[in-house]
Structures are given as structure tokens and as C-alpha cells.
T-cell receptor, first 116, second 113 residues
């Protein structure tokens, strides 16, 4: 049982669709992260939020739009995606930003996205 | 560029064999180091971490790792693997004062019963 949940677990969408991924953490953390996991590539950090404020946008295309309404919820809004955006999208949270006293990130199960 | 290398992409072992997975990073500096495991169909879970103190750290399920600063390495070890250790293992680091994980590409371990 993870303290980080993600919905949906699987999503298939066309290139003209608009969809959203949702992440919720039940750990009382204040930092949340979006990652992209593609086959044979390292996990790629996309966005970081700390106390609801975006602190990192890792050169992510504008067709990915994050939203963090509070410290427990994180969304990733998707529109006009490309087939190469098909991947596993992972959400994570941490108490304080990673890199301080070994704060680790806790990961959700991911959303498997397929763009047709 | 800062990077993490996991040279073994696929490892196959028999039960009771010893395991060592390599992890090297490219840049010196004060680091926080992590090993995560992803069992089939499950989320990434933390195995162990190092951020200061004793460079030999022990984690869950009998795993341990040793931080060797002079070699920029943080290798994962287990003296006797079990079939249930079949999973993908990821090394990650975070430089102190930053908040970005840098992940390796992962090592797929298959343990034969």
C-alpha cells in the first residue's frame, strides 16, 4: 500500500484529446514531483512543486501543464500529445525537498499513457 | 553533465547466489544516494539511502550498499538472493542543496528458482 495514489492507472488518448492525470499523497508531505519513465531511459524529472509553488520545470513542452491546488494534490493536464509522449508517468512526494538530510521521495504506481 | 551509471542492465542469478549491482556517478560533491526497487507491477520503493555517517548502509530485505567516495560509487549487495528479489533496481542521487533526483537507467534482476 503506497501513500501516493494516481489515477487513472491506464490511459489511451488520441493526439487531439485533452485529459488529466491526478496524483494524491496521504503522507502530509509538502513537495510533489512528476516524472516520465520511458523504456531504456532514466526517469526524467518533469516538474517540482514545493508548498504548492512550482520550483522546477525541466524544459517540458507546453502540451504538459501541471497544477498543484494544495500540498496533497497534483495534476498533469495533457493536450495535443504526440505518440512519443507514450510512457509511464510517475508522481512522487517528499517531506521537504530531496537533497536535505537524505529526504527520500515516495512514488505512486504511475499512469501508463498511450498516445495514438 | 551529471549522470548516474548502472552498467549491468540485465542480471540473471540462481537462488542463493550473491548479488552486487554497480552504481557510479559522474561528479564529486556532497551527495545523497538512494537505491530503489520496482517489483513487477508495483511502485518504486526505497531500499536504502546514504546521506552522511557510516558509508555502509543497510536497508530492507537484507540489502546493503557501500558508499566509496574516492570511486564515486554506491554499489548494492545482497549475500544470498531469493526468487522474490526479481525486480528492477534503480540507483539515484541528489546533490546536497538541490532537490533533483538523477536516476540511473536501472538493472533488471531475474532470480531463477
Amino acid at each position: 500500500e503506497t501513500g501516493v495514489t494516481q489515477t487513472p492507472r491506464h490511459l489511451v488518448m488520441g493526439m487531439t484529446n485533452k485529459k488529466s492525470l491526478k496524483c494524491e499523497q496521504h503522507l502530509g508531505h509538502n513537495a510533489m514531483y512528476w516524472y516520465k519513465q520511458s523504456a531504456k531511459k532514466p526517469l526524467e524529472l518533469m516538474f517540482v512543486y514545493n508548498f504548492k509553488e512550482q520550483t522546477e520545470n525541466n524544459s517540458v513542452p507546453s502540451r504538459f501543464s501541471p497544477e498543484c491546488p494544495n500540498s496533497s494534490h497534483l495534476f498533469l493536464h495533457l493536450h495535443t500529445l504526440q505518440p512519443e509522449d507514450s510512457a509511464l508517468y510517475l508522481c512522487a512526494s517528499s517531506q521537504g525537498l530531496t537533497g536535505t538530510h537524505g529526504n527520500e521521495q515516495f512514488f505512486g504506481p504511475g499512469t501508463r499513457l498511450t498516445v495514438l | 553533465a551529471q549522470s548516474v551509471s548502472q552498467h549491468n542492465h540485465h542480471v540473471i542469478l540462481s537462488e542463493a547466489a550473491s548479488l552486487e549491482l554497480g552504481c557510479n556517478y559522474s561528479y564529486g560533491g556532497t551527495v545523497n544516494l538512494f537505491w530503489y526497487v520496482q517489483y513487477p507491477g508495483q511502485h518504486l520503493q526505497l531500499l536504502l539511502k546514504y546521506f552522511s555517517g557510516d558509508p555502509l548502509v543497510k536497508g530492507i530485505k537484507g540489502f546493503e550498499a557501500e558508499f566509496i567516495k574516492s570511486k564515486f560509487s554506491f554499489n548494492l549487495r545482497k549475500p544470498s538472493v531469493q526468487w522474490s528479489d526479481t525486480a528492477e533496481y534503480f540507483c539515484a542521487l541528489c546533490y546536497s542543496g538541490t532537490y533533483k533526483y538523477i536516476f540511473g537507467t536501472g538493472t533488471r534482476l531475474k532470480v531463477l528458482a
